[in-house]
């Protein structure tokens, strides 16, 4: 379990969370804690849990048993009409981008703006065009999804996650079906939120990818947390 | 509002297809319920106008002297509801009955003698317009001593309106059940939309959207699909009566009587109506589809 010395300076808690799928254990006994602008890879196997726990904290699914708090909202106690609260303040990026295929990349991202509320159009147009523009997306502004490359969605998708400026960033396997080159542009970018004071926590089975980071790894295995070969965990 | 209101005609655009189905299927329920308003309005104006041309004839006894008859004629005048009284003595009637066969008047001719009585014929006011007031009337004249019988359209128009009143009964029925008909119909199209919107709807709950984000658009456009088809509903029964009734028109039949369109009041109830159609469908689907 992690030693919880400054409760203040973290953003994220789990304490013993367990979620079951029916008979099947998706998470068992799961504790860690992630400090506010940490920068957290989620490592294991496939079916080791990784995408349940992006959920678990999104609050795509609840949780079976246990304790967890995200920025301050409890989730096991959590009710519907809080949920959209939690998930402003989290932006998620998934491995298959989950852009809306009707809409304009500009509309995509607007749509967060649009969904917190923001009335003022010249304020959301101005903070959209800066995403697009950082993402590298400004000239594709006014293209639909299906039109653009795997890396150029998930850039849109990157740009989506950061525009509501949420504290905390969720990547569930940002970089799976990208290749080389567009996989670290999305790195980049990620790194760029972290640098500009979001905690970043990624899912990953690539150890090439958690290497070129100095960053702390949390690791499971068919639901469970254990020690991850060749790093230790300091929680 | 205007937020819900731009976000709604966007989604209407954007996902035509399915939405025209939509609009197409109020449209026709529209028209179909419509036509059936139409021929119960006119049919109500036509019996109203029948009605009004109704004159009530009293056959007087063959005892009864002209100078009674007068006598009877004046006493007629004087009774709520009469408008104004003839006299017609058997001569006249027999000369107008020669007069409307015509070429057949011949048939008339084998006759011995004149076998029509003397007669009144009375006109009631126009404000005399139910049924039952035009019974009361002829009864009332039925009972004086001077009177044989009393004949007017009496059977005929009570049959009919035996007929229009279990029209009009089958009609609300058949309009209520149309209406819940319309109302699921409607629901199981929105629900099609809904599916074929399901990953975006999840998806905008996802980056943080509310239950009230994401429904008041998908409501608003229900009302949009409702209004939508209960214009173009209506426009189709328009284009359909103006091709169709003037040739229909009884014209120089009836001069009391003229086929006319919807009112407007009429038209704002279906419009009304085919909005809360719309409304109510979106309103069943969104409970089952968002409940999940």
């Known amino acids: 379990m992690d030693q919880i010395s400054d409760i203040d300076s973290q953003i994220i808690r789990f304490y013993r969370v367990t979620k079951h799928f029916g008979e099947t254990c998706a998470l068992q006994d799961l504790s860690f804690n992630v400090r506010k602008n940490e920068f957290l890879f989620i490592t294991g196997p496939s079916g080791a849990g990784k995408s349940t726990l992006i959920k678990l904290l999104y609050m795509g699914e609840r949780m079976t048993g246990g304790y967890a708090i995200v920025d301050g909202m409890n989730l096991a106690r959590m009710g519907r009409r809080q949920i959209p609260e939690l998930r402003r303040r989290i932006g998620v990026i998934f491995q298959d981008f989950k852009l809306i295929d009707s809409r304009t990349v500009f509309q995509n991202v607007a749509l967060v703006m649009e969904a917190a509320g923001f009335k003022s159009r010249s304020l959301i147009r101005e903070r959209v065009e800066d995403l697009l523009e950082l993402v590298g997306l400004a000239h594709h502004a006014e293209a639909y999804p299906p039109t653009l490359s795997g890396g150029e969605k998930q850039r849109a998708a990157v740009a989506r996650a950061m525009v509501g400026k949420p504290k905390i960033i969720l990547a569930d396997e940002p970089t799976a079906s990208l290749d080389p080159d567009a996989s670290e542009r999305v790195l980049r970018l990620l790194r760029a939120a972290h640098a500009r004071g979001a905690t970043v926590v990624i899912t990953t089975h690539d150890r090439d990818l958690i290497s070129r980071f100095d960053a702390r790894v949390v690791y499971l295995e068919s639901g469970r947390r254990v020690d991850s070969p060749g790093r230790e965990e300091t929680g | ?292």
């Open chain 2, 1 to 292: 509002m205007i937020d819900v209101f731009r976000r709604s005609l966007s989604d209407f655009l954007r996902h035509r297809f399915l939405h025209g189905v939509c609009l197409f299927t109020i449209a026709l329920s529209v028209f179909i319920v419509s036509a059936f308003g139409l021929f119960f309005i006119n049919a109500g104006s036509l019996m109203e106008a029948w009605q009004k041309g109704v004159r009530i004839t009293a056959y007087l006894k063959p005892d009864v002297t002209r100078q009674q008859a007068v006598e009877l004629s004046k006493s007629v005048k004087e009774y709520d509801g009469v408008d104004e009284v003839s006299y017609i003595p058997k001569k006249e009637g027999f000369a107008w009955l020669k007069k409307q066969l015509g070429p057949q008047s011949s048939l008339l001719s084998d006759l011995e003698g004149n076998p029509l009585p003397d007669a009144l014929e009375i006109g009631p006011e126009e404000n005399i317009k139910t049924a039952d007031a035009v019974d009361r009337l002829a009864a009332k004249i039925g009972r004086q001593a001077e009177v044989a019988d009393v004949e007017y359209a009496q059977e005929w128009l009570h049959r009919f309106r035996g007929i229009y009143n279990l029209f009009r009964v089958t009609a609300a029925v058949m309009a209520g059940l149309v209406f819940v008909a319309i109302m699921f119909i409607v629901a199981n199209t929105i629900r099609l939309i809904l599916y074929s919107r399901q990953e975006e709807i999840e998806i905008t709950r996802i980056i943080g959207a509310d239950e009230a984000f994401i429904k008041y658009p998908l409501y608003l456009e229900g009302v949009m699909l409702g209004l939508s088809g209960g214009l173009a509903g209506l426009a189709l029964l328009y284009v359909v009566f103006s091709a169709t009734v003037p040739k229909l028109s009884p014209g120089g039949l009836l001069p009391y009587f003229q086929i006319t369109f919807l009112g407007p009041e009429i038209m704002l109830l279906i419009l009304i109506s085919s909005m809360l159609v719309g409304w109510l469908g979106c309103y069943i689907s969104i409970r089952r589809f968002l409940r999940v």
